[in-house]
C-alpha cells in the first residue's frame, strides 16, 4: 500500500580530472537499461497510461468490508500499480542521474515523483477502509484461502490499525507530503547548490576549491597545513549560514514530531522504528555497548597523536593515511576480479551472477562524465536487474570497495527478487546494509591474505579501523544525537541554534575524548548531515555493519550450514520482519551481543595497528 525505492548512498569520490562528457564513454561501460523500456517513446506511453490507471481505484472505494474476495482484488489492483510505478521510476531517476543537466530527463523525474503523490493520494482511504473492519471479521476474511497469500501483508498493515486516521485525514496527510519536503529540500539545495566552502592552497601552490565530494580527501592531505586551512574554511561557510541550517533543522523536527502525534505514535523514534518492528532496546542497546567501549576509540586517537608526532591532535588529523607513498592504480576490470575472488566462500552461483552482471550484462555504469550523479548506489525494480552507479576513480582504493559495496547490495536484490513474489522482495533499510558492508569485510580478508608488505598491511588495518570507527562509533553518536534532539524538542523546548550546538558539543567530547582537541566550529557539523532529514534512519548502519561482521565470522568459520543460512536471509527479502530475518541467518540483534563483537573486532585492530607500528 506504500511505494518506495531502495537506494544506498555511499562513498563520494574525489574528481581528479574535467570531467568527459557521457558520449566520450564506451557502450560497455555504461548501464544497459533497455531492458526496462527500449525508447523513451514506450516510458512516455506507459506513464499515459498508469496515470489514467490510477482512476481504478474509486471502484473499490467502500466495498473492502464486504467480502474477502473485494479485499484481494482491491490489493491486486494496488499491487499492479506499485510495481509499474516503480519500474517507470527506476527508469526516470537512472537516466536523470546520468546527467543532471538534461533538461528532458530532469522533466520526466519531476512528473514521476508528481505521479507518486497521486497515487499515493488515491490509495490512502485503503487503510482507513481494513481498520474499520470490525475484528473478528478481518479475523475470519484471514482464514480464508482468498487471503492466505496476503495474509502477512494485510497484518503488517493491520499493525498500524490505532495509528491510522479516517479516510478524509489519511488524504489529507497524504497530499501534505510535496510541502513536508520543504526543510529537507531547502538543506540540499543550500548544502549542495548555493554553500560556498571556500578554497585553500595545496602543497604545490594550487588553489583548490573546496567541494563537498572532494572534502575528504582533502582531509587525507600530508601536509597539515593544507588540512587545517581547508577545515576552517569549511566550517567558516556553516557558520555563515548556522541561523539558516539550525531553523531547517528544527523545521524538520517539528515536521517529524507533528505527523507523529497526529498518526498517535508516542514518540518520532517509536513511529520509526515501528514500521519495521524494530523494539526500541535495539537502539538503546547500541548507543549502550558503545559507551562501554570508547576506551579502544580514544586509544586509537592517541595512537594517531604518536604515529603522526603531534603535540596536539584536532579532528583534522583522523583521516590522513599512517603510511606514507602508497599509490594505488586499479583498473575497473582488476576491481572485479579481486572482489569475485574474495567472494568465493560464498560459492560459485553467487559469484557466476555477479562476474556476469558487472562484465557482460552491464548492470553499472562505471565512470564518472560531465553533469552525472556524484558518489555510488545501487538501485533497480522487480521486473529490471539491477543497476549500480559509479564514479570509479583507477587511482582510489575506495572505487574497489564501493564497488563490492554495491555488489552486495545488488546480489541481495537480485536473490531476493529471483526467489519471493513481488510482494515481498522489497527487503527493509534496516537489513539493506548488511550484505553490502558482508562484502566488503571479505575483501579486506581477501586482500590481508595476500603477499603485502609491512607498509599495506598498515594502510588496510588502518582502513578498517577507520570504516568500524565511522559507520559503528560515528553513526552512534549521531543516533544518540537524533534521539536527544527530538526528546528535547517533544517535551517542548525550543530547538534554537545553541541547543543544537550544546547537545552536539557534549558528545564530541564524550566520543573523541579528553586527548582530542576539538575545534569550536566543529559544533556546527550536526548542520551539515543530511541524513538527520530522514530521522531515525543512521542507526541502521551501525546496526548493519555489527550483524555483517557477525555474519562474515560465521560463514568464514563455519561450513554448508551457516553459508545456506547467510544465503537464504538474502533470498528471503521482505518476507519476514527484519528482525527475524537476521534471527534465521544467525544474528539476535534485540541482543547486544553482535555489537559487542564488532566493537571487539575494532579493539583487536586498534591493538594490531599498535604492535605495526611499533
Known amino acids: 500500500l506504500s511505494w518506495k525505492t531502495t537506494q544506498s548512498y555511499t562513498y563520494f569520490m574525489e574528481v581528479t580530472s574535467k570531467p568527459i562528457t557521457r558520449e566520450g564513454i564506451s557502450e560497455e561501460a555504461k548501464w544497459d537499461l533497455t531492458g526496462l523500456f527500449l525508447q523513451e517513446s514506450l516510458w512516455k506511453e506507459d506513464f499515459k497510461k498508469l496515470e489514467a490507471d490510477l482512476a481504478g481505484y474509486e471502484s473499490f472505494k467502500g466495498t ?66 481494513l481498520m474499520a473492519i470490525e475484528e473478528d471479521r478481518m479475523h475470519q476474511f484471514l482464514q480464508s484461502k482468498e487471503l492466505s497469500f496476503y495474509k502477512l501483508h494485510l497484518e503488517k498493515i493491520l499493525r498500524y490499525r490505532k495509528h491510522t486516521l479516517s479516510e478524509k485525514e489519511e488524504k489529507l496527510l497524504a497530499s501534505s507530503a510535496e510541502i513536508a519536503r520543504t526543510a529537507r529540500d531547502a538543506f540540499e539545495m543550500l ?81 520509526a522504528m515501528f514500521s519495521e518492528n524494530i523494539p526500541v532496546e535495539v537502539y538503546d542497546n547500541l548507543i549502550a555497548s558503545v559507551h562501554e567501549n570508547m576506551a579502544p576509540l580514544h586509544k586509537y586517537f592517541s595512537l594517531r597523536k604518536k604515529i603522526l608526532k603531534l603535540d596536539q591532535i584536532h579532528i583534522y588529523d583522523m583521516n590522513v593515511p599512517l603510511v606514507k607513498n602508497i599509490h594505488w592504480h586499479v583498473g575497473y576490470n582488476d576491481s572485479v576480479k579481486k572482489i569475485l575472488n574474495s567472494l568465493q566462500p560464498l560459492g560459485s552461483d553467487y559469484t557466476k551472477v555477479l562476474r556476469k552482471g558487472l562484465t557482460q550484462d552491464r548492470w553499472v555504469d562505471r565512470y564518472e ?13 522487480y521486473d529490471s536487474n539491477p543497476f ?37 522482495a522489497d527487503y527493509t533499510i534496516f537489513v539493506a546494509e548488511v ?47 537524533e534521539h536527544l534532539v527530538y526528546a528535547s524538542a517533544e517535551k517542548n523546548q525550543p530547538m534554537t541554534l545553541d541547543a543544537f550546538k550544546d547537545i552536539y558539543q557534549k558528545l564530541l567530547k564524550e566520543y573523541f575524548g579528553e586527548n582530542t582537541t576539538l575545534d569550536d566550529c566543529l559544533s556546527y557539523e550536526c548542520f551539515r548531515i ?40 538474502l533470498k528471503e527479502g521482505g518476507s519476514k520482519y527484519p528482525i527475524d530475518l537476521l534471527k534465521g541467518a544467525g544474528v539476535d540483534m534485540t541482543s547486544p551481543e553482535p555489537v559487542r563483537t564488532a566493537l571487539k573486532k575494532f579493539s583487536t585492530l586498534v591493538d594490531q595497528l599498535e604492535i605495526l607500528t611499533n
Do not use: W
Request: glycine content about 4%.
Open 435 to 481: 550484505a553490502s558492508t558482508f562484502n566488503e569485510a571479505l575483501l579486506t580478508k581477501y586482500l590481508f591474505s595476500q603477499d603485502i608488505d609491512k607498509s599495506m598491511k598498515i594502510y588496510l588495518t588502518c582502513r578498517e579501523i577507520d570504516n568500524l570507527r565511522g559507520t559503528l562509533y560515528r553513526q552512534t553518536m549521531f543516533a544518540e544525537f
Open 369 to 381: 562524465s560531465k553533469g552525472k550523479r556524484s558518489g555510488a548506489y545501487s538501485s533497480g525494480c
Open 191 to 271: 548544502d549542495n547548490a548555493d554553500l560556498k566552502l571556500g578554497a585553500v592552497m595545496d602543497e604545490n601552490g594550487n588553489e583548490v576549491v573546496i567541494t563537498q565530494g572532494n572534502f575528504q580527501s582533502i582531509m587525507q592531505s600530508q601536509d597539515r597545513r593544507v588540512r587545517k586551512e581547508a577545515f576552517e574554511e569549511f566550517y567558516s561557510a556553516y557558520s555563515d549560514h548556522q541561523y539558516t541550517f539550525a531553523s531547517l533543522l528544527s523545521s524538520n523536527i517539528k515536521k517529524d514530531i507533528f505527523y507523529a502525534r497526529e498518526k498517535n505514535h508516542a514518540s518520532v523514534r517509536e513511529k
Open 64 to 129: 473492502l468490508s464486504s467480502s474477502a474476495k473485494a479485499i484481494k482484488e482491491c490489493i491486486e489492483f494496488d499491487i499492479g500499480i506499485s510495481r509499474k510505478i516503480e519500474k517507470l521510476y527506476t527508469y526516470a531517476h537512472l537516466r536523470n542521474d546520468e546527467d543532471k543537466t538534461h533538461a528532458i530527463n530532469q522533466g520526466n523525474f519531476e512528473k514521476m515523483v508528481r505521479l507518486h503523490t497521486l497515487a499515493a493520494q488515491a490509495n490512502s482511504y485503503i487503510p482507513s477502509e
Open 530 to 569: 543530511p541524513h538527520f532529514y530522514f530521522s531515525f534512519y543512521v542507526y541502521k548502519y551501525a546496526t548493519g555493519i555489527s550483524a555483517a561482521y557477525a555474519l562474515v565470522d560465521m560463514v568464514s568459520e563455519g561450513g554448508t550450514t551457516e553459508l545456506n543460512d547467510y544465503l537464504n536471509f
Open 388 to 424: 549500480i552507479l559509479m564514479n570509479y576513480q583507477e587511482d582510489n582504493i575506495n572505487s574497489m570497495y564501493t564497488l563490492a559495496h554495491e555488489a552486495g547490495h545488488s546480489m541481495h536484490s537480485f536473490l531476493s527478487r529471483k526467489t519471493q513474489p513481488y510482494l515481498y
